[in-house]
């Protein structure tokens, strides 16, 4: 499995609670300086028709234990579309944004879109642990504290900064314009920029652009009247067509249709740990 964003960026979450469950697992205290949680997805679709999850992703970079091999996920800029069959899981642990680029070594936009053998950046030890995960599942979040620990890399002040800035951003998701940002922040448009290629691996207005896109989706989400109108103005939009061309273009369908097919889905019951799903 590639590199699901949990929480925002689910797309349909109430089908996905049918198909999936989902647990997020905290880190130890030394890992949490650079991770954010670690989470661990099941499915079964054994004698059921396989399932397209789509994720509009955020901007972390993932490692992900699963079957055949471990391998590191950078931001994934576009639809994240992944067909679940059979019967399966993944463990991955999502680094805070910025946070992998002491352990890559590299400025992160060299991975953004593409997923490396993560033995490339932990060596053959990731491999190892895939393997025995998937031999063994159990206490998964202390067997990946285990390995990550002894590989921390030295606290970077500047990856810290970087984070501070991406939280500002989804934060607020009215924030639209980069020079907006660049003046709050006291930098220039060109140095946020190189900032972000280095420590995020997508530009600032991608990040921009992409929390507005998972508050909109968020909204349409719940199924309810949604008022395009307000909702374009409430995010920073010119106007509701500016809206409804952005989320088309990202997620493959007008915000309309899009409240319409979640109104449609409404889970009978909801599985153990599909809370996890949208965490807080």
């Known amino acids: 499995m590639d590199s699901p964003d949990l929480g925002r960026g689910v ?6 609670a049918e198909v999936i469950t989902v647990d997020r697992l ?26 397209e999850q789509k994720v509009l992703a955020h901007p972390n970079v993932h490692l992900v234990f699963e079957a055949p091999q ?24 999502k680094f805070r944004p910025g946070a992998f680029r002491p352990f890559a070594g590299h400025p992160v936009a060299a991975i953004a879109d ?15 642990l895939n393997e025995q995960l998937h031999r063994s599942p159990e206490g998964p979040a202390a067997r990946v504290d285990a390995f990550l620990l002894p590989r921390l890399p030295a606290p970077d002040p500047l990856a810290e900064e970087v984070a501070a800035m991406v939280e500002r951003i989804t934060g607020t998701p009215d924030l639209c314009r980069v ?29 921009l652009r992409r929390a ?34 952005d ?25 153990p740990g599909s809370a996890a799903v949208r965490p807080a």
């Open 11 to 16: 797309l349909h979450p109430a089908r996905a």
């Open 26 to 51: 905290e880190p130890a205290p030394a890992v949490a300086r650079f991770v954010e949680f670690y989470w661990l997805v099941r499915w079964d679709r054994r004698g059921l028709p396989p399932h």
């Open 70 to 93: 471990a391998r590191v996920h950078g931001v994934d800029r576009s639809l994240f579309v992944r067909r679940l069959e059979g019967a399966g899981f993944a463990l991955g642990v």
């Open 114 to 128: 593409r997923a490396v053998p993560a033995a490339e950046y932990f060596g053959p030890g990731a491999d190892r």
């Open 179 to 207: 020079d907006d940002l660049a003046r709050e922040l006291g930098l220039t448009v060109r140095r946020l920029q190189r900032l972000f290629a280095e420590y995020v691996g997508a530009s600032p207005k991608w990040v």
């Open 212 to 245: 507005r896109l998972h508050e909109a989706a968020e909204r349409a989400d719940t199924g309810g009247g949604l008022d395009l109108a307000a909702l374009a103005a409430e995010l920073g939009y010119a106007d509701q067509a500016h809206l409804t061309r």
């Open 247 to 271: 989320f088309t273009a990202a997620v493959g369908t007008s915000p309309a249709r899009y409240a319409g097919a979640a109104r449609r889905v409404r889970p009978a019951v909801t599985p």
